[in-house]
Each structure stands twice: as C-alpha cells, then as structure tokens.
C-alpha cells in the first residue's frame, strides 16, 4: 500500500444502521465503490467531492480502501497486530480501542494525504469514534495547537488523537502530510 493511512480508533462495534450509513456515504463518494465484505470497500474516490479544487494535475478519482476491523466484523488479527505495540490509549482518548477502521490511500501524492484526512472525517461524521495519526516529530508543534486536538504523545512514536475538526484543520495547514 503505497498511500498515507488514518486510523479511526473504536470504542465498541460500529451498529449496522451506521454501516449502512458509511455505505451510503461512500457510494456517493465514489466513482468506482466494491464491497469486499460487510465493512471494508474499495473505492475511486472524488476528491472534488471533499471539497478539494486542486487534485494537483489528476483526475480527481483516488483509490482508497476503507476497512471496518474487530471482532465480529473481520480482520480481528490485522486490529490485533496494529494495536500490539501501542501504548495505553485509554488514558489518551478515554477508552480502549475494541474495533477500529483503516482509511488507506494507493497513491501518495499531496492530494492523496489530504483525501485520506478528509475521507477520514466524513467517515467519522457518520460512525464516530477517534482519529490516530502518526506523526513526524516536527509536526508535533503543528498539530498541537488546532482544534479538536485529544491528545498527543512522543513515545514509542510521535502521534496525535483527535475528532474530524481536528483532520479538517490540520489538512488545511500549509505543507500538510500524513506520515504514512
């Protein structure tokens, strides 16, 4: 996977109405939209739709996957081994994670970073939850200060938490980059 990725941390399985929801969204989302399984789709996403004028010389379709994982909804081992080395994350953003969703571009142009941050905030509008990003050391500073902002942390790697503002007003800064 080529793309930056967002994680969206949950507290609980997301309910079938709101999955229905987050599959009504990305449908309109999409140019191209295939349901892998109940929670994970793979998509052409219009970044004009995100609000995003420059799509930096592309078309504007970005290939994205958006996938659901815990238990009772699949990809338990994949939520299992991306969570293996974290810290403590309830103490950070008062709950500790049972199911989460990755938002993974499969392109990594500057449009690429800010269709994952804003993709990643829709889909937090409709089923909730906290956004992980992992960070550079020097976009601690940057983040720190915007709305939104739950925590942030230095060890074992820079990182922040925060709601959909917070993906909003970071991907307006000037030079914003996912890490990865």
């Not at 994670?97 to 990594?108: E, L, Q, R, S």
């Not at 790697?157 to 993906?167: I, R």
Request: aromatic share 6%.
């Amino acid at each position: 996977m080529g793309g930056p990725v967002l994680v969206i941390e949950l507290a609980g399985p997301v309910p079938p109405m709101a999955i229905q929801r987050l599959r009504e969204l990305l449908v309109r989302s999409s140019s191209r939209f295939e349901e892998k399984r109940v929670g994970e789709y793979d998509l052409n996403i219009h970044a004009e739709g995100l609000g995003i004028a420059d799509t930096g010389g592309t078309d504007g379709r970005r290939p994205v996957m958006v996938s659901l994982m815990g238990p009772g909804i699949g990809d338990e081992a994949i939520f299992e081994a991306e969570h293996a080395d974290e810290v403590d994350q309830e103490p950070l953003i008062g709950f500790t994670p049972t199911h989460a969703v990755d938002v993974i571009a499969f392109c990594n142009r500057p449009v690429d970073h800010v269709v994952t941050a804003l993709l990643t905030a829709a889909v937090m509008d409709v089923i909730g939850g906290v956004a992980h990003a992992e960070l550079l050391e020097n976009q601690i500073p940057i983040v720190t200060g915007l709305p939104g902002i739950v925590a942030t942390v230095t060890d074992p790697w820079p990182a922040a938490y925060g709601s959909a503002e917070f993906l909003r007003a970071w991907a307006r800064q000037p030079g914003f980059r996912l890490l990865k």
